[in-house]
């Protein structure tokens, strides 16, 4: 069965897959690899295990070595000409007059690579830009737009609970969020509440999105008629982990308000928490 090892990389929460080869390597070891980018460094974090040929990556690139003393000297060099990379591709952008903000520099493990992330509003013909910063840094350049989200994840914020945003400090990817996941969770549909520092809606809201949309099914929708244990009410809230109704309860000429298990109400089927057609335009991302 094949051999292989996991590998993550600087500010990337994303574990690869290498072929090790005949080397034995120990989780916390330092060691270049082949990448689709080059040659890079990156850190064992899964050592060596054989998988089965189904669960086996296709095209599996190789770790070439563990790192040496030069290796080490190499990726700091790499990384402190990182800022001067960006700072040059600025000033050419400005002398372009072209509409761009640059995010950061990434200058490969060998330095013959630098890629540079950039933001835009609008499309942008960069053809002559790259002629310039490869002549002015001597290396290939790629660039990449980079869009709200990537953004944040990669350059990392605080989120309104005070924690480093999750898709900086442990997200893979990138799940579909929608409008119906915070309207299904009672929560306030303003777009300051739910929407993260990238201006999307918060990704914490796919967390418990599966218990909230089962619970949901069970409950009465607000302002629907009902009966319950003391008569006829009227839906004034849901109580979504409690699982608890609280109704208007019609006595005489006027009404109470109580609060019962959602076991004891019932309930027509049209008038539960299924999805309408309202609700199925709000089954989008944002």
């Given amino acids: 069965m094949p051999m292989i090892v996991g590998v993550k990389f600087d500010n990337n929460c994303k574990t690869y897959s290498f072929d090790p080869g005949s080397d034995v390597f120990a989780v916390g070891d330092v060691v270049v690899v082949d990448t689709a980018k080059g040659q890079e460094m990156g ?18 690139k190789k770790v070439l070595r563990k790192a040496t003393y030069r290796d080490f000297e190499l990726a700091k060099k790499a990384k402190e000409s990182e800022p001067r990379a960006l700072e040059t591709a600025r000033d050419k952008a400005i002398a372009l007059g072209l509409k761009l903000k640059f995010i950061s520099a990434e200058v490969s493990f060998d330095c013959k690579k630098v890629v540079l992330y950039f933001t835009a509003e609008e499309r942008v013909d960069f053809r002559d830009l790259v002629k310039e910063l490869a002549s002015a840094l001597r290396a290939r ?35 579909k969020v929608t409008v119906k996941m915070a309207k299904v969770q009672g929560l306030s549909l303003n777009p300051t509440k739910i929407s993260g520092i990238c201006g999307k809606l ?82 989008t991302d944002e």
Avoid: H, W
């Fill in 202 to 283: 918060m990704c914490c809201l796919k967390y418990e999105n599966d218990y909230y949309s089962e619970v949901y099914k069970l409950m009465p929708k607000v302002n629907s008629k009902v009966m319950t244990p003391d008569g006829p009410a009227v839906v004034e809230s849901n109580d979504m982990l409690k699982k608890i109704v609280t109704c208007k309860v019609f006595v005489d000429d006027t009404y109470v308000i109580k609060k019962f298990p959602v076991e004891e109400i019932r309930q027509n089927k049209a008038q539960q928490g299924g999805k309408g057609k309202e609700e199925e335009a709000d089954d």
């Fill in 43 to 60: 850190q064992i974090v899964r050592a060596n295990e054989e998988v089965s040929e189904e669960n086996c990556p296709k095209e599996l």
């Fill in 141 to 175: 350049i790629e660039l990449r737009q980079l869009y709200e989200r990537d953004d944040v994840k990669l350059r990392g914020a605080l989120g309104m609970c005070g924690r480093e945003c999750c898709c900086r400090a442990y997200l893979k990817d990138f799940e």
